[in-house]
């Protein structure tokens, strides 16, 4: 086997870099040997993303994100589908709000090219706050993105089933279960460097003190770098990435699949002149379409994460094809365009859901629901899917 420890990368928010930086024999005059990021990034790339666009990108994330937590958890939308959407918005607002302090530091700021100083745990913090809890918070939205697919294809596909798997109590167990092994999954990440002070020259500055990054002894006596990196990164691969991505393309397609039965009984319901029922079909069926585009949007996103994941796997444990330039590069793209998408999903929301739409004008302009009934504009209020509220049918969303 490769000796993996040269050539481990680190899938953070930002970057992914050659553990060459971690080796503990490397020289200590080094320009490789501390914590410098522009040795980590394509700078030329990275400052005007993360250092010009992503405060917008950090500002609009907030107050959507924000935004939906304050529509979701009205008395009349808390159900089973809502409160996982208002993890999913937790867990993204989170991803990019950590990093935040440090990319502005870094990028807006202009400080990239200066080492990191170890004074106040300065090195220990970029890493938590760049690379480990974005990835916690991550992984935790895939995977409650997945839980928002299955569960809707119960609902859609399975309805008597739902009745027993989809109530509030269960999901909201399944929410904590998936931030419990998704912090578990990250635990050790929070312990696997060790930062030690060390004096070099840089620029015309004798004895500056930076952080000298090395693997901690736990790792390196007890268990190994390559049993380590190996077991992280596989797992990481196949529960975190290949699994999910597969599993929602597929739960993808048989919704679609759903939804154009549902549509053509709906064509039906409506030649037969069954209104109420139509009406009610139509809007499950605009809840099964919001969701669908909400999870293609995800994987449009995730995909190209998950391929360079799993080149880099490749690459580490079998036969070197990855160039670690290229490497970079290409996840510092994957993961700016899925901070992006980010904002979309209350677009998303305000695009194709009635009652996200009402519940948010009521938000701002008090009575706008009331008025808009009286307009003859819409139905109900409390607009429901196949039945009273007290039923596990679900909320229109």
């Not at 790339?45 to 405060?55: L, R, T």
């Not at 490749?314 to 330039?325: F, G, P």
């Not at 996840?331 to 948010?360: D, H, K, W």
């Amino acid at each position: 086997m490769k000796d993996m420890e040269e050539k481990y990368i680190f899938e953070g928010n930002t970057t992914i870099y050659n553990f060459s930086l971690l080796d503990n024999t490397t020289d200590r005059n080094s320009s490789l040997d501390y914590l410098n990021v522009t040795n980590e990034v394509p700078i030329q790339f990275a400052q005007p993303m993360y250092g010009y666009i992503m405060p917008c990108l950090l500002l609009i994330t907030i107050i959507a994100n924000t935004l939906i937590v304050v529509v979701l958890s009205k008395r009349h939308m808390r159900t089973p589908t809502n409160a996982v959407l208002m993890a999913m918005a937790l867990s993204d607002m989170f991803t990019l709000l950590f990093p935040a302090p440090w990319l502005f530091y870094m990028y807006t700021f202009g400080n990239h090219y200066k080492p990191l100083s170890p004074v106040g745990g300065a090195c220990y913090a970029w890493s938590i706050m760049n690379e480990v809890v974005p990835a916690l918070f991550h992984t935790a939205s895939i995977w409650l993105t997945l839980a928002l697919a299955v569960q809707r294809y119960i609902y859609v596909c399975h309805a008597p089933v739902a009745r027993t798997w989809c109530t509030m109590p269960r999901v909201l167990k399944c929410i904590a279960w998936i931030s419990f092994i998704a912090t578990l999954h990250q635990s050790t990440r929070f312990i696997d460097r060790d930062y030690l002070p060390v004096n070099i020259s840089w620029g015309n500055q004798e004895n500056v003190t930076v952080c000298r990054v090395q693997i901690a002894q736990w790792v390196e006596k007890g268990i190994s770098p390559d049993v380590y990196f190996i077991v992280y990164y596989l797992f990481r691969v196949v529960f975190v990435h290949a699994v999910p991505c597969i599993s929602l393309v597929a739960l993808n397609l048989l919704l679609f699949r759903a939804l154009r039965k549902a549509q053509e009984k709906r064509d039906k319901l409506f030649k037969e002149n069954r209104k109420s029922e139509c009406k009610r079909l139509r809007d499950s069926n605009c809840t099964t379409l919001m969701l669908i585009v909400v999870v293609t949007v995800f994987l449009v996103t995730e995909i190209p994460l998950a391929v360079v994941t799993v080149l880099h796997v490749i690459s580490s444990s079998v036969t070197e094809i990855l160039d670690y330039s290229v490497a970079n590069a290409l996840v510092l793209f994957t993961n700016f365009f899925i901070i992006v998408s980010y904002p979309i999903n209350f677009a998303i929301y305000c695009g194709m859901s009635r009652q996200f739409r009402e519940t948010f004008k009521e938000l701002f302009i008090r009575g706008a629901v009331q008025v808009t009934r009286r307009n003859g504009g819409g139905s109900s209020k409390y607009s429901l899917v196949n039945g009273p509220r007290t039923s596990t049918n679900e909320t229109v969303l």
